[in-house]
């Protein structure tokens, strides 16, 4: 079998793919614009031939790697990135390279335009806050009429939360309208509650492998306000969002990947979608959650996506059993700039022994996950908001 890992260096956790599938014996292929030099040294030995590329922007570039590596090994099995950013890309060339083990042109608007999204959840009847497609002041102003503000705007095509806004009132909007960006956008009705994500491994019937929950904060916060990142995988999944993560899945056709699928949980009821504690689809994203958040899927249920995700590419099955200990993983983000009361060695003297990753993140994370992260394997809540406040007070 061969599967062609586009940017397999970013994250760099993310050898561990690459690692798990050389493993099942499958032979692993890099496509990246990372000089073969500079990539650590597990990750050379996870992969059987890496072809550097100048950019992978250039589609010409990627397209004649994937037709080497095809020449040279045969017919190409799969194609990923397991990255937001390459999803239209990885598509396309799974169209042009006849590669069925993923999505490919005709369907990727669904998973990518939060327009097309909403037209799924609602004609799957699956809650989701209502939405228009901006297009003239009048319109929005009737939309605002109608749902009332605070309003969220943001890219209808778009990763995280960049140039993502909340319009508090009339005149906010009237602001928006008049510097409009020149990318599509939509507008959408404000919903109170804490983010929540059902993320899975789905097997080829698009049933899930394993799942988990994870809590976030608004990302979109922590960007425009400079805020500092905390958020945390569970050991446990609230049963409504089994319910409805499952029923997405079905929904979209998802098939062998690994899934982010994120919901509100409200923590303030709205009429026409649901009660405290019920959850309101908020959008997909067909690839791992951001981060390291895989490795904190790993220390929250004891167990090892990557080699899940593996055995699923090579067995179409689970092979790891379901482990009995369980944890509350949690990752606390400081910034440059800011001012923490406590050092890093006195959160290392505290809370060293359940401290399972730190280090430095690389730039282009900083605004989202700050500078420097810690994160540990808790037991309580009470553990986890103790060590937040600790970190980052």
């Known amino acids: 079998m061969n599967y062609i890992f586009i940017s397999p260096n970013f994250p760099h956790t993310y050898w561990q793919f690459c690692d798990r599938l050389k493993r099942n014996g499958v032979n692993v292929l890099g496509i990246g614009d990372a000089p073969y030099d500079m990539l650590e040294e597990n990750l050379k030995s996870s992969l059987t031939e890496y072809y550097r590329v100048d950019s992978l922007e250039n589609y010409d570039a990627v397209y ?124 959408e009705e404000f919903v109170e509650g804490e983010i929540c994500s059902y993320d899975a491994i789905v097997d080829s019937a698009c049933e899930p492998l394993f799942e988990n929950m994870t809590a976030w904060p608004p990302i979109m916060d922590i960007v425009n306000r400079d805020l500092d990142l905390k958020y945390y995988t569970c050991p446990r999944m609230d049963e409504k969002l089994r319910v409805l993560g499952r029923k997405a ?106 401290i399972v990753m730190q280090e430095e993140m690389p730039p282009v994370n900083w605004p989202q996950m700050g500078r420097f992260m810690y994160t540990a394997k808790l037991k309580t809540m009470k553990e986890v908001h103790d060590f937040i406040r600790f970190v980052q007070g």
């Open 64 to 187: 004649r790697a994937v037709a080497f590596f095809t020449f040279k090994y045969g017919r190409i099995d799969w194609i990923e990135s397991m990255n937001e950013y390459w999803l239209e890309q990885d598509a396309r060339l799974r169209t042009d390279f006849n590669i069925t083990t993923g999505i490919r042109e005709d369907r990727i608007g669904f998973i990518k335009e939060k327009a097309l999204m909403k037209k799924i959840y609602e004609e799957n009847g699956i809650p989701t806050a209502r939405q228009h497609i901006v297009s003239t002041p009048e319109a929005g102003r009737a939309f605002a009429e109608k749902v009332g503000f605070p309003l969220i705007v943001k890219p209808n095509i778009g990763v995280g939360a960049a140039n993502t806004w909340k319009l508090m009132d009339m005149d906010d909007l009237n602001a928006f309208y008049e510097d409009l960006p020149s990318v599509p956008y939509v507008m």
């Open 249 to 354: 899945v079905k929904a979209f056709g998802v098939d062998r990947r690994f899934v982010h699928l994120e919901f509100f949980r409200l923590t303030k009821a709205k009429p026409g979608l649901g009660e405290v504690g019920d959850f309101v689809a908020l959008e997909v994203n067909m690839r791992p959650a951001g981060g390291y958040t895989p490795d904190m899927m790993d220390f929250a249920h004891s167990t090892d996506v990557y080699q899940i995700y593996a055995d699923m590419v090579v067995l179409d099955r689970r092979i790891l059993p379901e482990a009995k200990e369980r944890f509350y993983c949690v990752y606390a983000g400081r910034k440059e700039g800011h001012h923490y009361r406590h050092t890093h060695a006195e959160i290392m003297e505290r809370y060293g022994n359940a």
